[in-house]
């Protein structure tokens, strides 16, 4: 069977807590079936203060760590390399070119794939334990771009932790840059839905999926009727429904006291 390969180059020392550069080659049937391999061939571009870290990490010497909150993780420098290290850049290459496949994107490219991963960011608290490399407990996001034949996709993954201290699980998440927090995205995804369907025109559509979420007017303040709303933001959500590119505009309003943010729908 016809074999072809791609490479994958990243380098993320602009995150400043991580620099390394990671190639990989990706030898794999035409048809992407599960017998694919991997050839990694990795230089480290990194202190040696960080690459004795790193290799901690990698060689399971980790230690008791719990990281709450997205600050907590970018001010621990373990933690970060063992986000940015090479299982989890995998395992987004991979959700990456399978959300390719999936929204019909880039299907004849044969040219090198470029990783750039943009953020990653506390869902849940994340808890290593003693003796254990992976973490057991906790959820992460990750924001990264993906560019292939001179074109980009923004996309984003959940990684979730076993209980057991194995590798987490990788889960796709929606494309797209939407500062809204997952708890957020779901709090508004079916009312963004229902508008979406709306506007299609296509009530009986029972497929449908986020294809884009962006922002289109950062945080701001607006003022109505002597009242003051500090911090809204616009965003634009993009549907496929059936195949039809369906937009929603979105607008998120902070609460001023802390409690929350609303959001309006399709105005």
């Not at 990694?40 to 990194?46: D, K, P, S």
């Not at 933690?79 to 299982?87: G, K, L, N, R």
Request: include cysteine; glycine fraction near 8%; proline fraction near 4%.
């Amino acid at each position: 069977m016809t074999l072809y390969k791609r490479s994958l180059v990243y380098c993320a020392g602009n995150l400043g807590h991580l620099h390394q550069y990671v190639e990989l080659f990706l030898a794999q049937p035409a048809t992407y079936t599960s017998n694919r391999r991997f050839i990694l061939n990795v230089t480290m571009c990194v202190t040696s203060a960080t690459a004795i870290a790193a290799l901690c990490v990698l060689s399971g010497c980790a230690r008791v760590e719990t990281v709450n909150t997205t600050e907590d993780l970018m001010e621990s420098k373990t933690t970060m390399e063992y986000m940015f290290s090479h299982p989890m850049l995998e395992a987004m290459y991979r959700l990456g070119v399978e959300a390719d496949r999936r929204f019909g994107l880039q299907l004849e490219c044969k040219s090198q794939y470029h990783l750039k991963p943009f953020s990653a960011s506390v869902v849940q608290p994340i808890e290593f334990h003693e003796g254990k490399q992976h973490p057991n407990k906790g959820v992460c996001r990750y924001r990264y771009q993906l560019e292939r034949c001179g074109d980009s996709k923004v996309y984003n993954a959940l990684f979730i932790a076993d209980s057991n201290g194995e590798i987490p699980t990788p889960r796709a998440y929606h494309p797209g840059s939407t500062n809204a927090g997952p708890q957020l995205v779901q709090d508004a995804m079916m009312g963004a839905v229902a508008r979406a369907e709306a506007r299609s025109g296509l009530k009986d559509c029972k497929t449908f999926y986020v294809f884009d979420m962006r922002v289109t007017e950062p945080a701001h303040n607006v003022v109505e009727k002597e009242t003051t709303f500090r911090g809204v933001w616009n965003e634009l959500w993009t549907f496929s429904i059936c195949g039809k590119m369906v937009d929603v505009p979105m607008t998120f309003i902070p609460d001023a006291r802390g409690g929350g943010t609303t959001y309006i729908a399709g105005q």
